[in-house]
């Protein structure tokens, strides 16, 4: 009921987290343009950790409880946390959630950190698993936009389950996995509060401006039931049905919303869901 404080963020703090969202942004779009058939996802891995180098970040998952990578990438019925492996080289159709991070020195000589994730298709897709990424990003979108103006967390469940109680793929609704949950996000990677991607009887914790929150859905076409592969970190789907997942590291400012996790804040998504978009600037 009364969870740990949520890490409240100075203006300065905020803008901290956007210089390394716009460096995740890089990474992940790095990653989307090298992906194809033919290409293992250890080469993925090694695109967006040069990114991230370059452009003055660290990775913040690479020896995060002793992850061995840059980023996760999970292929088809793996919905989190896939290890990049040389053997592992996409094939026709894959559904591809990338999931990365990193950190830039800030206010404080402390880390800030940013945390974001997609899902694509290489070569040529089936029609279900377009399906399947479209609501998936819809209800990351709607589950963003349901914290403007809020006053709890729990909004953002709310909105990822009226997403897919509206959009059945294949005459069935998408599952959601209920395991792994978005959180606040700041001077570490992962903190309170939980971000809940559906409905519980406690409406969350309370929402203030100098927030930072990843949204984070991930939805399955079958049953979410799910397993850790033995290689410690891998989750799968029990069914082997398709997953997907995006992400966004979402500021709560002065009563409108920044992405930052992309470069330009989110304006246009934002705009066309009717949220003020806040400026860290002014
Ligand atoms: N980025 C994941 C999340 O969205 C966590 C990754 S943990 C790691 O919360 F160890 F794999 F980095
Ligand atoms: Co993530
Ligand atoms: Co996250």
Redesign the pocket.
């Known amino acids: 009921m009364f969870g740990p404080k949520p890490e409240i963020k100075t203006r300065a703090q905020l803008a901290a987290m956007a210089e390394a969202g716009a460096i995740t942004y890089a990474m992940l779009e790095a990653c989307e343009r090298v992906a194809d058939v033919g290409v293992s996802t250890a080469e993925i891995d090694a695109v967006a950790e040069a990114v991230c180098r370059e452009a003055g970040g660290r990775p913040?998952?690479k020896g995060?409880?002793g992850?061995p990578a840059t980023v996760?990438i999970s292929v088809n019925d793996e919905i989190?946390?896939g290890i990049p492996s040389p053997d592992r080289v996409l094939a026709d159709g894959d559904v591809v959630s990338v999931?990365?991070?990193c950190t830039v020195s800030g206010p404080g000589n402390r880390r800030w950190h940013s945390?974001s994730?997609r899902t694509f298709i290489v070569g040529e897709p089936r029609p279900v698993d377009v399906e399947l990424v479209e609501v998936t990003l819809e209800s990351m979108w709607r589950g963003i936009a349901a914290l403007a103006g809020a006053s709890r967390v729990g909004v953002v469940g709310r909105a990822v389950e009226a997403v897919v109680s509206q959009r059945p793929v294949d005459g069935r609704e998408l599952g959601i996995v209920e395991e792994?949950v978005?959180?606040g996000i700041g001077s570490t990677?992962?903190q309170p509060p939980d971000v809940r991607n559906f409905v519980t009887r406690d409406r969350g914790a309370r929402l203030r401006s100098g927030m930072a929150l990843?949204v984070?859905p991930l939805l399955t076409l079958g049953e979410p039931d799910n397993d850790t592969l033995d290689d410690g970190?891998t989750v799968c789907t029990l069914d082997g049905s398709r997953a997907a997942h995006f992400?966004h590291t979402v500021a709560l400012w002065e009563g409108g919303l920044r992405i930052l996790t992309l470069p330009d804040g989110g304006a246009a998504e934002l705009a066309a869901l009717g949220v003020p978009l806040a400026d860290l600037n002014a």
Do not use: P, S, T
């Open positions: 913040n998952f995060y409880q992850f996760c989190v946390h999931d990365g991070g945390d994730a792994f978005g959180h990677l992962h990843c984070e970190w992400e």
